[in-house]
């Protein structure tokens, strides 16, 4: 559903949150807005007010004549609307009686109640935004941190769209060269230098790869960075939890084995959502509760991007050996077959309990960490009793997210529909590739072409079915 696509009906709804406040917003759209809106409205005449206008006036209770809220009205005349279509927005006091009155009287007058996400779906339908805009126009609204506020304005402004754009442009470019070849064959006459056509296949396909191999960041930005802490009982996990949170989140206490299963809570920190995971501490036990508590957390091992092992600094040397024995194989095994979809671990090794170590215990520890640990890993000495050093361990998790600049213009993916239509692109121009290379006929490289076009028009929306956007839309709130 593109182009300049219209519809029938005029829809309203409240695009203020629900609550009651000073101000409350009521959104109308469709091409009898200006006609059903007068019918309730008592000041300027809207069929004369000019565009991007503001008019202060009163809705007209319609079933007694009464007033029911003097407001502001701003109009906004097709297509220089956010829908494509005309638009009014009214803004009355937040009274939630107010918004709902107010929302029966337009309805009484000639409107339909809009459904989740309908003011967007319009803009995207009457050709106002693509559709990777419409979803990051969610993702504004959703946004909880300032890293995952920048990428979905970036998304919105449309800088994705024009990344695709130009690849598809290409690709169109590259596909007509070999189905106009395919014309001419019988004459053998060749218009497209093969050559040339595998150094820019493989040009396009490393930016769709970087866009892809971007997801990794982008949904940890989105969702927030996973980052399991991990280590052996009463090391200090869970105050160091709640020291990051700012809350008393998980249970403290000397006796062994207290935390039995996963607590996660999410904090921003340096404008950067992190999911932290307090596990269960990892040590030999026969209680199976316990037990079922230690095997959750080596799957949010496999599952965190980062990984705290925390270690009590009074721990004994061999003690220290059998719980990196079991903490670090995981890490290293994920680092070595890490992906776009299962990027490299990051280690963070956190010694607890330095105000109870010697310098000489420090430096011991130092030693056998630098034995143990992989060469990209980190190691701090904190205590999280006395919150010494743990401005530096934040620094160090602000540091670990790996963000790209704030001034960078890179585009990055947090979308998994986007990162699932960019791998099927990449694979089809994979083919194309070595069909190019190989000698294969120049209809099949085309195909794997338009296919791979189809992919990238997918996330703009060119080539979307409604189903996929009736769900995509379904996910919006009213009002949007």
Not at 247 to 264: K, N, Y
Request: with cysteine.
């Amino acid at each position: 559903m593109t182009g300049n696509v219209t519809f029938d009906d005029t829809i309203c709804a409240i695009s203020t949150p629900a609550g009651t406040g000073g101000i409350a917003v009521v959104r109308v759209s469709g091409a009898d807005a200006l006609t059903i809106v007068s019918k309730c409205w008592k000041g300027i005449d809207l069929s004369t007010a000019k565009s991007h206008t503001a008019h202060l006036g009163r809705i007209i209770d319609t079933t007694d004549g009464s007033t029911l809220d003097e407001v502001v009205l701003t109009l906004f005349r097709t297509p220089h609307s956010f829908t494509g279509e005309d638009v009014v927005e009214i803004s009355c006091h937040g009274s939630q009686w107010i918004q709902r009155e107010l929302v029966n009287t337009l309805i009484r007058c000639g409107c339909r109640a809009a459904t989740g996400g309908e003011f967007t779906r319009r803009a995207f339908s009457n050709g106002r935004i693509d559709l990777s805009q419409a979803e990051a126009i969610a993702d504004v609204i959703a946004s909880s941190s300032r890293a995952s506020h920048r990428i979905a304005i970036s998304q919105m402004r449309g800088d994705f769209s024009r990344e695709l754009n130009s690849l598809r442009e290409q690709l169109l470019k590259f596909a007509s060269l070999m189905e106009l070849e395919l014309d001419f064959s019988e004459e053998e006459v060749e218009f497209a230098d093969r050559k040339a056509l595998v150094t820019l296949a493989k040009s396009i396909k490393n930016v769709v790869d970087s866009l892809a191999d971007s997801f990794s960041v982008g949904n940890a930005i989105k969702n927030g960075l996973p980052v399991a802490i991990v280590g052996e009982t009463n090391a200090g996990k869970s105050t160091l939890l709640n020291y990051l949170l700012h809350d008393d989140r998980a249970l403290v206490s000397d006796i062994h084995g207290t935390t039995r299963d996963v607590i996660e809570d999410t904090i921003t920190l340096g404008g950067v959502l992190f999911r932290f995971i307090d596990t269960a501490g990892i040590r030999e036990t026969s209680d199976t509760i316990e037990n079922m508590g230690i095997e959750r957390t080596f799957r949010k091992i496999d599952e965190a991007q980062l990984v705290l092992w925390i270690i009590d600094g009074t721990t004994h040397p061999d003690t220290l050996k059998t719980v990196a024995g079991r903490i670090l194989p995981g890490v290293v095994q994920s680092t070595r077959s890490a992906s776009a979809t299962a990027p490299a671990k990051q280690l963070i090794a956190v010694v607890n309990k330095s105000d109870l170590m010697t310098e000489e215990g420090k430096a011991e520890m130092d030693r056998e960490l630098d034995n143990l640990l992989p060469v990209n890993a980190e190691k701090i000495f904190i205590s999280a009793r006395q919150r010494t050093n743990l401005d530096r361990l934040e620094k160090s998790l602000i540091d670990a997210a790996s963000l790209p600049d704030n001034d960078a213009n890179e585009v990055i993916v947090t979308n998994a529909r986007h990162f699932e239509a960019l791998i099927k692109a990449g694979e089809a121009l994979s083919r194309s590739i070595q069909g190019l290379e190989t000698g294969i006929s120049g209809d099949f490289v085309s195909q794997d072409i338009r296919e791979c076009m189809h992919y990238l028009g997918e996330i703009t929306g060119e080539i979307t079915p409604s189903d996929i956007l009736t769900s995509i839309f379904s996910h919006f709130c009213i009002g949007k």
